[in-house]
């Protein structure tokens, strides 16, 4: 017997380090049922969204992939081959995941960068969702990467019940998942469901993604900096002396313009993303539910930090579901020397004032 269980120890051994067939590691939906027990709600139902979710990224990456295409087709003739009228990709990425979370049942309303009210999902589902379908408009059309951003909430009115205010409108605390997709060189999913970060690439042969970045962790210093420095002259004085400060220190810049794909540099080799108050925008031009608090979860989680230069973002109250804040998010120390400049500006006003 103990002869027979070595004998099937070695060959499980042999199988799994055969360099004639590496193994491919653990997929996505695999991985999701092995952690699902670290849920609150351990009901499957978060577990099942989270897969419609990767669903419906997986028929938006085909449609980024052939972006250049549809211009062709449409070239053509002002429809496709099915015969639809052709959409931008943003229209198509909120129209592929609406569709994907309506179906799954899971969701009752999703907040969407797309849609000026909320949408009703009229069902009894527990969560909410938060989704920009594609961030990184000025990307799509030209081939540099884009994204899809989702946090995930439950909600707090009894299944059933009609939707309320307050569970649309929770803060990024009380978020019980959050992630992105980004469709770049390779296309991956990063997510947390508050239990560390992990990424998974896709791999287009088997149509399924695979995990490549186990609990990642940003670094806590970096030396890259994010910022559209075209807009500096309506910078406030504390956001132009930290870039002169970054500069001082030989920093590198690095702004894609795609706010998930700029994130995810940063997240993997440390540095800072800033998109400020500019004259054009006071509160700067991202949106706190769907853009901001997502991957202030998501940093935070991966030992980074997020704020809007002086709060923390995941406290924010939000008052408007398109609402805009400052944004500051990336390696923790590099988050807290950047607050140190618009700290030096409030007291300095504040000797002024007095
Ligand atoms: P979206 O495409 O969802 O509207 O978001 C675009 C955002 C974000 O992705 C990016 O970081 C930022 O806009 C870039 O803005 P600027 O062109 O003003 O730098
Ligand atoms: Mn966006
Ligand atoms: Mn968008």
Do not use: W
């Not at 791999?203 to 940003?218: A, C, N, R, V």
Request: aromatic residues 8%.
């Amino acid at each position: 017997m103990d002869m027979q269980r070595s004998l099937n120890k070695a060959y499980s051994t042999s199988i799994e380090s055969s360099r004639i067939a590496h193994s491919i590691g653990m997929t996505l939906d695999r991985f999701i049922k092995n952690n699902q027990n670290q849920f609150q709600y351990a009901s499957g139902e978060l577990s099942q969204l989270l897969r419609d979710i990767a669903l419906a990224s997986k028929v938006v990456n085909r449609e980024v992939n052939k972006a250049g295409l549809i211009d062709i087709m449409g070239a053509a003739g002002t429809t496709n081959l099915g015969g639809d009228q052709q959409q931008k990709l943003d229209v198509l990425a909120n129209i592929r995941f609406t569709r994907a979370l309506a179906k799954g049942g899971e969701v009752c309303a999703l907040v969407s960068e797309e849609s000026e009210s909320f949408v009703d999902l009229n069902n009894s589902g527990k969560y909410v969702i938060a989704i920009d379908p594609l961030d990184g408009s000025s990307n799509i059309d030209v081939n540099v990467s884009i994204g899809t951003i989702f946090s995930i909430y439950r909600r707090k009115s009894a299944p059933g019940t009609p939707i309320r205010q307050d569970d649309i409108m929770q803060k990024g605390l009380e978020q019980v998942a959050a992630g992105y997709i980004l469709y770049g060189s390779s296309t991956m999913l990063v997510y947390t469901t508050g239990h560390g970060v992990h990424g998974f690439t896709y791999e287009t042969g088997l149509g399924e993604y695979f995990l490549s970045h186990p609990d990642m962790q940003i670094p806590d210093d970096g030396r890259t900096y994010s910022i559209n420095e075209g807009l500096a002259n309506s910078f406030d004085d504390a956001v132009k002396n930290y870039i002169g400060f970054c500069k001082d220190s030989s920093y590198t810049a690095r702004y894609i313009g795609s706010l998930v794909a700029d994130f995810h540099r940063n997240l993997l080799k440390g540095g800072i993303y800033i998109y400020p108050a500019t004259a054009k925008n006071a509160m700067g031009k991202l949106r706190l539910i769907y853009e901001c608090n997502a991957l202030a979860f998501l940093v935070e989680q991966a030992g980074g930090k997020a704020s809007d230069g002086q709060r923390r973002i995941l406290d924010i109250e939000p008052e408007s579901l398109h609402q805009r804040t400052p944004f500051y998010v990336g390696s923790k120390n590099m988050v807290e020397k950047a607050e140190t400049f618009n700290q030096l500006t409030i007291d300095s006003n504040g000797l002024q004032n007095g």
